[in-house]
């Protein structure tokens, strides 16, 4: 079982996190401002020095410390816990980031009671509209953004902690 250390304050953890949670990878996060023991653990790892998210694999080999989102997806690879095809599959499948998929599930439920009591014309245009955006949002990929070849993953809306990234959307990669 793969165990994350790290501090809900810690935009690094956060994105860890978010990366495993894409991928379908199974972990278990242990947070070091609450946890007496886990923060013993991750300082024991890490050779008495506190740096979150430090990332146990649990095959006895060194922690991850703070990796970025493709030093992870390598490791988990190497170590046979998700093929690259699965990988790239599960990234694909995901083109629309944290914040956005708040606003396009809650826009599209709006649109979907909106149509409720619209004009008898615009009824079923509206919950159609409202369905799509709402399942966008709950799924986490847009067809739109697929069809362009963009993505909101790792943007502004993504890791708003973060001004990494000052544009909406990106190529995908």
Do not use: K
């Not at 810690?10 to 990878?25: I, K, P, Q, S």
């Not at 008495?48 to 998210?53: E, I, K, L, N, Y």
């Not at 009591?117 to 245009?125: F, G």
């Amino acid at each position: 079982m793969i165990i994350v250390y790290g501090a809900d304050w810690c935009e690094d953890t956060r994105r860890t996190l978010r990366h495993l949670r894409r991928l379908g990878v199974q972990h278990r996060y242990l947070n070091v401002d609450e946890d007496l023991d886990a923060l013993r653990s991750a300082l024991n790892l890490n050779g008495g020095q506190r740096r979150t998210p430090t990332v146990d694999l649990g095959v006895g080999g060194p922690p991850l410390l703070e990796p970025a989102n493709d030093t992870l997806t390598e490791a988990l690879v190497e170590l046979e816990m998700l093929t690259q095809d699965h990988a790239r599959e599960r990234m694909q499948v995901q083109n629309v980031g944290d914040l956005e998929r708040i606003v396009r599930a809650g826009a599209g439920a709006a649109l979907v009671l909106a149509g409720s009591v619209a004009p008898r014309a615009v009824r079923w245009p509206l919950r159609f509209a409202g369905a799509v955006l709402a399942l966008s949002g709950i799924a986490g990929w847009c067809p739109g953004y697929q069809r362009a070849g963009v993505t909101s993953l790792d943007g502004p809306g993504d890791r708003p902690d973060e001004a990494g990234r000052g544009a909406w959307l990106e190529a995908r990669t």
